[in-house]
């Protein structure tokens, strides 16, 4: 589903250009849910906003299915690739209800029964219709972010890019949304790649992972072998000891079914 080959992005300074990304080259299987790990500045945000054509690339190759980053992308690809955003709090359009957030892509995309849909999308992602029309500071976090994944996913696409969809969430509300993706990719069988810092989040959701480091992929390995710790670059190493005490607490908490519930 989505092919990146010897991608480059670059940025001009005031003293030249900056390599975000060099040569960053990863295959993601139809269905399957790929992570990006690293610390800040490594990148992963980067190649996530080249995937969706917000940032231009310098050198290599990307395609999204029949698409091809770089030429001239239809409508269709705006339906099939959705991004969900770090911030739950800056995402979403504080003087549009929940109701107008759902609309206006239903809108732009001509979708027909937009009430029925609407409606639907608030179920889907936990929420019922007495949020409908309520406004983004009416909401907590977790409920501002599952808004901006019924958005995403109300357009039906084919692959979800979630930029550190929980980061900004505290640990029991991370598990709730981490137990809500879950569910979305395997009822809908998303294509999805999760950019995230924390080697919990992404062992929990991910099949196989990709370590960035100052731009650079440095290793691409299996879930299991993030759990087992069977790595072999000192880096991605250095990331599962940081967050070695943060992982059972995770995990165990979204494992053991948190309760997907609206109240945070």
Do not use: W
């Amino acid at each position: 589903m989505i092919d990146a080959n010897a991608v480059q992005v670059r940025f001009k300074t005031k003293t030249g250009f900056a390599d975000a990304v060099r040569a960053a080259t990863f295959h993601v299987n139809e269905g399957e849910v790929f992570g990006l790990v690293g610390e800040s500045g490594s990148g992963k945000s980067t190649v996530l906003r080249a995937l969706t054509g917000l940032v231009p690339i310098a050198g290599g190759s990307m395609r999204i299915g029949r698409h091809v980053l770089g030429e001239r992308v239809d409508r269709t690809f705006r339906r099939e690739v959705q991004m969900v955003f770090q911030d739950p709090y800056g995402s979403l359009y504080p003087r549009f209800t929940v109701d107008q957030t759902l609309r206006e892509p239903l809108s732009i995309n001509g979708m027909d029964r937009q009430d029925e849909r609407i409606l639907d999308a608030l179920r889907e992602v936990g929420l019922g219709p007495a949020f409908r029309f309520r406004y983004a500071h009416q909401l907590s976090g977790g409920q501002r972010q599952r808004v901006a994944i019924a958005r995403a996913l109300i357009v039906e696409p084919r692959v979800l890019l979630l930029d550190e969809p929980t980061s900004a969430l505290d640990v029991s509300v991370q598990a709730e949304i981490l137990n809500l993706l879950r569910r979305l990719h395997r009822e809908r069988n998303l294509t999805m790649i999760l950019v995230s810092h924390n080697m919990a989040v992404v062992g929990f959701l991910c099949q196989r992972v990709a370590v960035m480091r100052d731009g650079d992929i440095v290793e691409q390995l299996s879930v299991e072998a993030v759990r087992e710790q069977t790595v072999a670059h000192e880096y991605t190493r250095s990331l599962l000891l940081a967050t070695q005490g943060y992982t059972r607490r995770t995990e165990d908490s979204a494992r053991s079914g948190a309760p997907d519930r609206i109240g945070d």
